[in-house]
């Protein structure tokens, strides 16, 4: 149950990650540590590498003149 938790929280750091980018948010790791500031310290690298993966890929999207990931 924990694991399918830390996984939900992942999913949605990488989508708000997504919609940061759009948002004209800069590139802050730091950024989803003020939703989920109770989690042990492995965890929250998982959070911060999946909000990075998110606004990265976004920006990656963004850049590529026919919208597709490079």
């Known amino acids: 149950m924990i ?3 830390l996984e939900n ?3 949605a750091a ?3 990650g997504r919609l940061d980018f759009l948002a004209g948010a800069p590139c802050d ?3 989803p540590l003020q939703v989920y500031h109770d989690l ?3 965890q929250k690298i998982d959070i911060m590498e ?3 993966n998110g ?4 920006s990656l999207m963004q ?3 026919d919208g597709t990931s490079v």
């Open 63 to 65: 850049s590529s003149p």
């Open 55 to 58: 606004w990265t890929n976004e």
């Open 14 to 16: 990488y989508e708000h």
């Open 29 to 31: 790791p730091l950024t």
């Open 40 to 42: 042990s310290e492995d």
């Open 50 to 52: 999946a909000w990075v």
């Open 9 to 11: 929280k992942a999913q």
């Open 3 to 5: 694991t399918r938790t």
